[in-house]
């Protein structure tokens, strides 16, 4: 009898701490920064996606080398973009702001991981 009482207490509490992770990462609030980088090759992707996965404050990064620029999603209250530049400048490479949305001043509301390199959000 007890154990049937604990597992179903362990259910209980499993469950809710799923529904709590799955409402969290549908909330978390971010902001997106652009910026003209002088990467020229695979090498360099790693080395900018790398810094800036290590970076508080930063959810996910990518690095287009055809158009050289780099996307960074990020939490405003735990990073800025200056932050993020000096992070890339960091590592020897040049950084020009291309952009930062909202352009609205609002933030926007990520509904989980939809970026599309297979890249594990953190």
Do not use: R, W
């Not at 790398?50 to 050289?68: C, E």
């Amino acid at each position: 009898m007890k154990t049937m009482k604990t597992i179903k207490i362990l259910t209980t509490g499993l469950f809710f701490l799923l529904f709590a992770q799955i409402t969290f990462a549908q909330t978390t609030e971010y902001t997106v920064v652009k910026y003209e980088v002088n990467a020229t090759c695979q090498s360099c992707k790693t080395t900018i996606e790398g810094a800036l996965g290590k970076t508080v404050g930063v959810i996910h990064s990518n690095l287009n080398l055809d158009d050289k620029i780099v996307t960074v999603k990020y939490n405003k209250d735990e990073t800025t973009p200056e932050k993020i530049s000096e992070v890339i400048k960091g590592k020897g490479y040049t950084t020009k702001l291309v952009e930062t949305t909202p352009k609205n001043g609002q933030n926007q509301k990520s509904q989980g991981c939809n970026h599309h390199c297979g890249s594990k959000c953190h």
